[in-house]
């Protein structure tokens, strides 16, 4: 089964608003935990990532936290912009060819 | 840094031909690259791993007759899609780990291929 969960969208939000989209994952270790972004049309670019618990991944003012208690990494933006409309995916690698994906969360941000 | 690249980007083929897509890593070597495929609005799937001079490992329902694999060297892998269909439609997607840059987890993606079949 899936191993990753993620927050269904689809999100819209006005510009300069508060983002969450939230993660969770289940895993008998420690897996590094990232997220990915896709724009239309394109393939995934990795927007951050984080390798152990309590580790903070951030780029281009996207955070997320690696929670352990929680089994938790929500990825969260203090004010989006237009530019930020994508599908934001979260994924957990795994041993040998395994890499898990949640769904996709799609945002768009309105002026 | 790792980038991958794909081509081409968007392919329109006829039902019954083969089409292929080739996925390369520009500035690092790659032993092992995966491909996926992606349908509308929904999640990635991995279809198989691409493996540098041995036989690629494909994932459980996936035709390996169907969506042939080489990885003939350290920068290139290829996915055939052999006597294409429509259901083979699809956005196909392949990536590759680059432990130099981001460490040994971390997969790079291609910016993906359009394929749709008549």
């Known amino acids: 089964g899936n191993s990753v969960t993620q927050m269904e969208g689809p999100v819209t939000l006005s510009e300069e608003a508060f983002l969450t989209i939230n993660c969770t994952y289940t895993?008998?270790?420690?897996?590094?935990l990232f997220w990915y972004v896709q724009y239309p049309g394109e393939g995934l670019q990795l927007l951050l990532k984080?390798?152990?618990?309590?580790d903070k991944g951030s780029n281009k003012g996207f955070e997320a936290t690696y929670r352990k208690e929680t089994t938790s990494f929500h990825l969260e933006k203090g004010s989006v912009q237009v530019s930020d409309s994508a599908v934001y995916f979260c994924?957990?690698?795994?041993?040998?060819?395994?890499?898990?994906f949640g769904t996709g969360t799609s945002l768009t941000v309105i002026p | 840094g790792a980038v991958v690249s794909q081509h081409p980007s968007r392919v329109i083929c006829k039902s019954g031909t083969s089409v292929k897509i080739e996925c390369r890593s520009l500035d690092f070597q790659a032993t092992t690259m995966f491909w996926y495929r992606q349908f509308p609005k929904q999640s990635l799937m991995l279809m198989a791993t691409?493996?540098?001079?041995?036989?690629?490992?494909?994932e459980q329902g996936v035709e390996k007759d169907k969506f042939l694999i080489n990885h003939a060297s350290l920068t290139l892998s290829t996915l055939t899609v052999t006597s294409a269909h429509p259901e083979d439609s699809s956005f196909y997607i392949c990536?590759?780990?680059?432990?130099?840059?981001?460490?040994?987890?971390?997969?790079?993606f291609g910016p993906g291929t359009r394929l749709t079949v008549l």
């Open positions: 990536s590759a780990r680059d432990p130099a840059s981001g460490g040994a987890d971390t997969q790079y």
């Open positions: 691409s493996n540098e001079g041995s036989k690629a490992t494909y």
């Open positions: 994924a957990r690698g795994g041993t040998g060819n395994q890499f898990y």
């Open positions: 984080a390798t152990k618990a309590d």
């Open positions: 895993a008998t270790g420690y897996p590094s």
